[in-house]
Each structure stands twice: as structure tokens, then as C-alpha cells.
């Protein structure tokens, strides 16, 4: 386990230190995910397609709301 202290921005930007960065295999242009579970924060590398099957259930979800008819009444007020 690795511990270093970093220092919060005004801005809210951190930097992560290049030892824990080349440790976990963070290049630029990645991505992270920030999970908080009560006052703990979590960062974790990502990649879109981790996702694949929460978006494509979000897509279907939101594709049902967006094409309800019954909100189309709307449209002419």
C-alpha cells in the first residue's frame, strides 16, 4: 500500500503524484472514476467499456421516457 499527501486547488483539481500514477498505469488522456461512500473518496482508472452494459440499460431506459406518448400532450401548450 502506498500513502502520499496531496493538496486540493481552489479550482478543486488534484495532482496525482507520478510514483502512484506510473504504479497504477495512469497515462495522459485516461480516465478515472471517483466513487465516495460516506466521507471516503475512491479513484479508479476506467475505460468506457467497463460500462458497456449500464449504458446500453441507461440508453433503453431513457428511450422508453423520451418516446412516451402520453408526454406529447405537452406539445401543443
Not at 19 to 24: A, F, M, P, T
Not at 36 to 53: A, H, M, W
Request: charged share 35%.
Amino acid at each position: 500500500m502506498e500513502t502520499r499527501i496531496i493538496r486540493v486547488t481552489d479550482k478543486g483539481q488534484i495532482s496525482i503524484p507520478v510514483e502512484v500514477r506510473k504504479s497504477v498505469g495512469i497515462s495522459v488522456g485516461d480516465e478515472l472514476i471517483a466513487i465516495r461512500y460516506g466521507k471516503t473518496l475512491c479513484l479508479k482508472k476506467i475505460k468506457k467499456e467497463d460500462f458497456k452494459d449500464l449504458l446500453k440499460h441507461s440508453e433503453k431506459v431513457a428511450n422508453k421516457l423520451w418516446n412516451n406518448k402520453e408526454d406529447e400532450i405537452w406539445n401543443n401548450i
